[in-house]
């Protein structure tokens, strides 16, 4: 089994990964650390998580930072790594921190990260979630989140509302990696072996939103197909398919109504 502080070495790595993509500056050091080098810092910081902080500035707005925190929890990780970490933020004037715990937050720890918002925004990922870079998957597409003034710009380039475009949840993997919060637009990029690459774009929206585009579509097919199918394509919420069911029906009953 991979020891404890390997671990911890590799989330850190992927922590300064992330703070890189999201557009943050970091010392040198920090990204080419070799792993003796981090055990023996982290001896000399009496083997204490919480002592290795990650803190970075953004490259448009140096006021703007962030700080990386690790618990030392190693069961559930209750209010007081919480507490300790907020009382950090206020001392260095920062308004947005990455919690990293071994394990699941109680109920509690949960409560408090909410009623620290929105002074305080603490992103929670556990250390498993951070040992892969998921961004460097083979399978996983480019990703590229837009600016306020990009977003616009697709807007009125192709026309539509923003109600309009694909989804992405905001707790979906990729949109936790980079720190999207709902209204916001990423660009995916794929590779196509006819055009070279296949750009689409997503809406980032909470998962509740994206139920009720749901339902409001199944209601817009109702209309059209009848309650029946509607509710079906409410269940099963995969509308190529559905769509492509319904057209296959249709055309069956157009050959049976002519052989009548």
């Avoid at 618990?71 to 921190?97: C, F, S, W, Y």
């Avoid at 509690?108 to 002074?119: G, L, M, Q, S, V």
């Avoid at 951070?130 to 996983?140: A, C, F, Q, R, S």
């Amino acid at each position: 089994m991979e020891s404890s502080i390997r671990r911890l070495f590799r989330a850190r790595r992927t922590c300064c990964e992330i703070l890189e993509d999201r557009g943050y500056l970091l010392p040198p050091q920090e990204k080419t650390e070799a792993f003796n080098e981090f055990v023996q810092r982290f001896n000399d910081n009496e083997q204490s998580r919480s002592r290795m902080l990650l803190i970075a500035s953004h490259k448009v707005d140096p006021e703007a930072k962030v700080i990386v925190y690790f618990a030392d929890e190693i069961k559930k990780t209750g209010v007081k790594p919480i507490r300790e970490l907020t009382e950090r933020m206020e001392e260095r004037n920062i308004h947005r921190a990455i919690l990293v715990t071994q394990n699941v937050l109680t109920a509690f720890a949960k409560d408090a990260i909410a009623e620290a918002a929105p002074r305080h925004i603490i992103e929670h990922f556990m250390e498993s979630e951070l040992l892969v870079n998921i961004t460097k998957h083979e399978l996983v597409p480019k990703h590229v989140p837009l600016s306020p003034e990009d977003k616009q710009q697709l807007l009125q380039r192709y026309r539509v509302k923003e109600v309009q475009l694909p989804r992405i949840q905001v707790a979906d993997p990729i949109s936790r990696y980079f720190g999207l919060s709902r209204g916001q637009v990423v660009k995916i990029i794929r590779p196509s072996e006819t055009a070279g690459r296949y750009v689409t774009y997503r809406l980032v929206q909470r998962s509740r939103d994206c139920c009720s585009t749901r339902r409001r579509l199944a209601r817009q097919w109702a209309l059209v197909v009848g309650p029946t199918f509607g509710e079906e394509v409410l269940q099963q919420c995969n509308y190529s398919t559905m769509f492509s069911r319904w057209v296959k029906n249709q055309a069956v009953a157009g050959r049976r109504g002519s052989l009548r």
